[in-house]
């Protein structure tokens, strides 16, 4: 009998991938990913997702299909299957997968629904806010809501006049929590910023992951200027923690250099103990649309403690 170990796993994987993407024709799949890595140094390891010392790190790389295929003249079936590839690392060899996004559904004159694991429309209404998404500096080392929720039902409309609206359902007996929760998002403008240069949404979160929080998000991009803001108030559901939170975000586009900077504050508790403040400084080099280099440095302050981080890391999507 053959020994099933990380590596065949791996190779199995992305057999599977190729053995899909031949199995349709090239125009309803994608085979998506991107591959990240980072050197860095954290000072005390109080960040989530970041330990003490010097580590090398993948972070959030992945690899995916999604793609559709036409049922009839009214409904396409679409899907997306993506998995976080934590091998980078010497501490990750017998778990190099976590699980990402992952559904199926239809889409057709009345929108989107797709079922399985999925970022709940409370998350996805950051838009491009997150100057440092994905690194220590993310947002979500201080602000609640930001999360992916599996068996859930989650509905987007098409967009008329530039808006649209979209929610996040988990029935009870499939919810983290003991209840069933939702999330419902209104969206105007283009989230991306390539259609409008402006973009706002406001979104609520109910029982999702414990979770209750209202959000205002909005973003603007003037020339090489882009600045984003973002007030949310949220609340634990056994109302024991509640309080206010925002983020303020700014960078500019010089040829391939994007210096940023981004602040998060948040006094509810919920993503640490106590009061959290995070201020972060980076710049990027873009060496294409597919490819960049980063550098950032990102302090934590804590009502008893502190934390900072320093990291270098190159980046390519495909």
Do not use: C
């Not at 993407?21 to 954290?42: F, L, P, R, W």
């Amino acid at each position: 009998m053959m020994k099933v170990t990380p590596t065949t796993s791996l190779f199995a994987s992305f057999a599977s991938l190729l053995v899909i993407s031949q199995a349709v024709s090239a125009d309803e799949v994608d085979v998506y990913g991107k591959a990240e890595v980072q050197i860095a140094h954290t000072d005390t390891g109080e960040m989530r997702y970041a330990n003490e010392g010097t580590q090398i790190d993948a972070p959030f790389s992945r690899i995916g299909v999604k793609g559709d295929h036409k049922l009839n003249e009214s409904l396409t079936a679409v899907f997306k299957y993506e998995v976080q590839v934590n091998g980078f690392e010497a501490d990750n060899t017998t778990t190099p997968f976590s699980a990402r996004n992952t559904y199926l559904g239809l889409k057709g004159a009345f929108g989107e629904v797709v079922v399985g694991r999925n970022d709940t429309r409370f998350k996805y209404s950051e838009g491009k806010l997150d100057n440092f998404n994905e690194t220590q500096g993310d947002i979500f080392q201080v602000i609640a809501g930001q999360d992916r929720v599996g068996d859930t039902i989650t509905y987007s409309s098409k967009y008329w006049n530039n808006a649209q609206f979209s929610v996040t359902y988990a029935p009870k007996d499939d919810a983290a929590s003991t209840e069933a929760g939702y999330a419902a998002t209104f969206i105007y403008g283009d989230r991306g910023l390539k259609n409008t240069p402006y973009y706002i949404s406001l979104s609520h979160v109910d029982t999702l992951n414990n979770v209750i929080a209202s959000r205002i998000v909005t973003v603007y991009k003037f020339e090489q200027l882009q600045l984003g803001a973002l007030y949310q108030h949220s609340e634990s559901v056994d109302g024991t923690k509640s309080g206010d939170g925002y983020v303020l975000s700014a960078s500019y586009k010089m040829d391939k250099w994007i210096p940023k900077v981004q602040l998060a504050s948040d006094d509810s508790t919920l993503r640490q103990d106590t009061e959290a403040t995070q201020w972060t400084a980076g710049v990027d080099y873009v060496f294409d649309k597919q490819t960049k280099a980063y550098f950032l440095y990102t302090d934590l302050d804590l009502e008893a403690s502190t934390d900072s981080s320093v990291a270098l890391g190159l980046k390519y999507n495909f």
